[in-house]
Each structure stands twice: as C-alpha cells, then as structure tokens.
C-alpha cells in the first residue's frame, strides 16, 4: 500500500555544487504547489542525525536560484555509516511527521539514501549534485555546466599569459575519476592537448605531441589534464619530466582546484535544477521510490538509485574524435 506523503524533507550532502539552491527553490515550491509541508535538513545526513530541520516555504527560497553553494550546508556523516546512525536519523524524521526524502547530490549521497530506504522502506528520490557529471542515468548533473564556463573562462585567461610568454601551461581541472570537465572545456578553450583518465596518452606521445606542436610553429600551449590523469603521479611529475625531456618548453601549472566548484550557476544549470525538483517530489507524489532524476534527450527520467550508484557514466566518443581533430 503506498504511504501518503504530506511532509517532504530535502537535503544536499557530498561536494557542493552550483545549481544545488536552484534545486532545494524547485523542491520547496513544487512542495506549496502540492499543498504538502517541505522541511529543510542542514547539514546534510549528519543533519537528519542531530534532528537539524527547519520548515521551508515558497518565500523562504526567495533569491536563491541564482546563488552558487547550498544554503542548507554540506557535511560528511561518520555516524550515517553505523546502523545506529541511520536508526537515530529514522527516528527523528517520524518524530517529525517527515514522510519522504530528497536527497541532492552524488555517489555517496544515493549510497546513503538506498541503503535507509532499504532499512526502513522510506521513501526516497535523488537529484544529481556534482561538478564532475561522473553519475550513470543521466547526461548532465548539477553544477557541471557551471564548471565547464569557469574552467573555459580560466584557460581563457591563462592563454593570453601563456602567449605573451611563450610558455606552456598544465591546466589541472576536477575529475578523479571521469574527464568530462578536462574533455568539454578542453576543447572549448582550444586546449594543444587533454589529458583524462579514459585515455591513457602516455608520456612518449605527450612529447610527440608537444613536439608536432613546437614544429608547426606553436610558440605556446594549453594542456588541460584531469586530476585523475594516470600518465603521471600528478601535474607537476608531467612538468618535471618536459622540462627534462623538452628543455626548450617554458613549463608552468595552474591547479584551478575549488572554485570549479563555486559562483552562480548557468542558465541550463539554473533550468534544470528547477526540471529535476518538480520530478522529484511530484514521483515521491506517485508513490515512486528509491529513483534518481536525471536527464537523458532532453528528458526528464527516472534511474533506479542502485544503477546510478553501480553503473558508470561513459565518455562522449565523438568528443574524443572531435578533440584529437582540434589538436592536430
């Protein structure tokens, strides 16, 4: 028989990621739209723990589509690992008349979430909160379209010191372990080369092609590398080892690090927060459970939690075409 929802809980867990307030606005207000109570959770599981809620309506989300961040904060929960956790987190969300959750974020956030809804058959929905767009089920998650302009505005901005020098630049960007930020705005900003985890370039054609590039009268370059590159240790292993192979290269490394992560979010990324909450709490409405949204042709769709958490988002392979095109 499936539960009567009047009171929804939304939380945001994991790295922050713009368009997160976008959708916590999109929660809330489709919420008041159903006539059904929204309460907010701070900080995340650890929130649901200490009983941190705070009710939430349509004005209580005024001016925050455009804010980069959560309001409603980000931890990491030791304790939600523990049955005890999970168990105190339960018993707080029926103490507070909360029927249903959603939770906005990534891999360790659905994890969470399955695992409670298969402990206590809670009602559960997840929307996908990370810059890296490393989540299966959908092409796009929050905050990734957002990173990719300021990545792009970077590299942008690190290419007019790298000509008027004559240097050649590593550019590290977020990805542990996916390169759709190094691939997209690599060759949005015209990078020489892109060094991601998929594709394992090596060190030898790394110098090939940088030497094709010296060659063919490039008197600097871009070289855009995933942090989760496997061709080295880390960035500044590839720096040492052109400046002991290509001694003629000026090197240097920019490591763009956290404010990936930061600054208003985009239009799309803006819309499509607003999209993903709207399914969230109107499928919870049908009775649906233990699903991530996601968009996939421009459609908003349901993805069991556990295929979103197991399977693996692949990398464009006509972008990897199209790259090794652009950095002939």
């Given amino acids: 028989m499936t539960k009567i929802i009047k009171k929804i809980g939304v939380l945001t867990s994991g790295g922050d990621a713009p368009g997160m307030n976008a959708a916590i606005r999109s929660v809330v207000r489709t919420c008041a739209y159903h006539d059904i109570e929204c309460v907010g959770i701070y900080?995340?599981?650890?929130?649901?723990?200490?009983?941190?809620f705070k009710e939430m309506g349509p004005r209580s989300v005024n001016?925050?589509?455009?804010?980069?961040?959560?309001?409603?904060?980000?931890?990491?929960s030791k304790d939600f690992i523990t049955p005890e956790g999970r168990q105190k987190a339960h018993q707080n969300l029926i103490d507070a008349g909360i029927n249903a959750l959603v939770v906005i974020g990534g891999d360790g956030t659905f994890t969470g979430a399955e695992i409670f809804n298969h402990e206590f058959g809670y009602p559960v929905m997840g929307i996908p909160g990370t810059i890296d767009n490393d989540i299966f089920g959908t092409t796009h998650t929050l905050g990734f379209d957002t990173a990719l302009n300021t990545?792009?505005?970077?590299?942008?901005?690190?290419?007019?010191?790298?000509?008027?020098?004559?240097?050649?630049?590593?550019?590290?960007?977020?990805g542990r372990d996916a390169g759709h930020i190094a691939l997209n705005a690599g060759i949005g900003a015209g990078a020489e080369e892109i060094l991601i985890p998929e594709e394992n370039l090596g060190l030898e054609r790394l110098l090939e092609s940088l030497?094709?590039?010296?060659?063919?009268?490039?008197?600097?370059?871009?070289?855009?590398?995933s942090e989760g590159d496997k061709i080295g240790k880390n960035v500044f292993e590839l720096k040492e080892y052109v400046e002991e192979n290509l001694p003629e290269y000026d090197v240097r490394v920019s490591v763009l690090g956290h404010m990936q992560r930061g600054g208003a979010p985009s239009c799309f990324d803006r819309v499509l927060a607003s999209r993903l909450g709207v399914k969230a709490v109107e499928s919870l409405l049908e009775g649906k459970s233990n699903y991530m949204v996601g968009l996939q042709q421009d459609r908003v769709v349901l993805t069991p939690l556990e295929q979103a958490i197991k399977g693996s988002s692949r990398i464009d392979e006509e972008l990897l075409r199209v790259s090794e095109i652009m950095t002939t």
């Fill in 151 to 174: 990545v792009v505005e970077a590299i942008d901005k690190i290419r007019d010191t790298a000509s008027s020098h004559n240097r050649l630049f590593f550019v590290e960007v977020m």
């Fill in 43 to 52: 900080r995340g599981y650890q929130g649901m723990i200490e009983g941190d």
């Fill in 63 to 76: 001016n925050i589509v455009n804010k980069g961040g959560t309001i409603l904060k980000s931890a990491r």
């Fill in 211 to 225: 030497q094709r590039s010296k060659a063919s009268g490039k008197s600097s370059s871009i070289v855009v590398v």
